[in-house]
């Protein structure tokens, strides 16, 4: 009789956990990502430059988590004179079509995370 109680429950419970174990893991990408964006964008005084390397680094901190680059929005602006601020803003898409329970669970399908850090300060503008 207990058994019959339990394994109904543990079946839910096994695919909550298999529905939300990925989904923390593109999180946490997303926010990393977000972060090595504005590290990287704020290092310049160019905007051309600073979108760049924001963009390249939202690349490989998507690809060391051995997630797919295709499903990701990134935006980065600002202003690139000292001290002035720039923000990054990466969106990913999350494939939620393989993962159970996520009707139920309502998982939102877009993780997004926005970081603004300010220019360098002490950077020289070589011509």
Avoid at 16 to 43: E, F, K, M
Avoid at 95 to 107: D, H, K, S
Avoid at 119 to 127: D, H, I, P
């Amino acid at each position: 009789m207990e058994m019959a109680v339990i394994l109904p429950l543990l079946a839910i419970l096994a695919s909550a956990i298999i529905t939300a174990g990925p989904y923390v893991r593109i999180a946490i990408a997303t926010q990393q990502a977000a972060y090595d964006c504005a590290i990287s964008a704020a290092q310049s005084l160019n905007a051309e430059q600073g979108y760049m390397q924001g963009a390249v680094a939202v690349r490989q901190s998507f690809e060391t988590f051995g997630l797919n680059i295709g499903n990701s929005t990134t935006r980065v602006f600002g202003n690139w004179n000292r001290g002035s601020n720039v923000m990054c803003e990466v969106s990913y898409h999350v494939p939620l079509g393989n993962l159970p329970l996520t009707q139920i669970l309502a998982m939102p399908s877009t993780v997004k995370y926005s970081v603004t850090l300010p220019a360098q300060y002490f950077k020289s503008k070589w011509k």
